[in-house]
């Protein structure tokens, strides 16, 4: 009788442990269910990006993102235009202004293809704060998107890619107006970012994937359905 009365114990401990974990339970509890905890799967991010750029099958790349010109600007730079650099629990973070940033700059790598002049951007399932290589000295701060590990690049062709700003002017969030050039010295500076600021309070939520509000208006609406046809009566007297 104990065994059986352990056993029922047992099995309502799991139901309710899968209904907590459900995205209606979610629901109840007001919180959106794309915050739970799941994997990001590549037809998340293509579907946050699809709109915003094209997708792009590369003999040298593979498949990679380009961004829409009409969207980000003909000066478009990873990491620097339309957003801003925030203290997180795991490192600097570049929140983007985008609805679609949490995907590109947080997801993959960006790559610099010289021979089109254009960023690209290589996606990939492993989340990080920002995906760039650091250079710290007293007065500056300088940043570089990393590329792929599976793309060799060549350190000339990078080095203009560089972007400085002086260490007072790090997390101001009109980031290309503080823009300089990176000197010598801080290309062949320390390989790490500046230190994180103390601690004064809780962090925002880092969004790593979307809200499900957001996936759907990223869609392409469907077709206006035409209304159904009505069939007309016969004249009186037939």
Known sequence: MRRRIASLFLSAAVVAAIELSSPGAARADGADPADVEAPVTMDDL??????YGEWLDTAEYGRVWRPDQAVV????EPYLTNGHWIAADEGWAFESAWVWGWAPFHYG?????????RWLWSPDLVWGPAWVQWRTIADTVAWLPLP????????????????AVETRSFLRPDLPHYRIAPSSQVLAGRAAPPA???RSGPVAPLRRRPPRTTTAAARPAPPPRAP???RQKPPAGH
């Open 228 to 230: 159904p046809a009505t």
């Open 109 to 117: 790598r960006w790559l610099w293809d010289a021979r089109h002049t």
């Open 73 to 76: 600007g003909d000066d478009f």
């Open 148 to 163: 792929p590990r599976t793309v060799t690049v060549d350190a000339r062709l990078y080095a203009p890619l560089w972007v």
């Open 196 to 198: 994180l600021p103390p």
């Open 46 to 51: 293509q579907e946050a990006t699809e709109p």
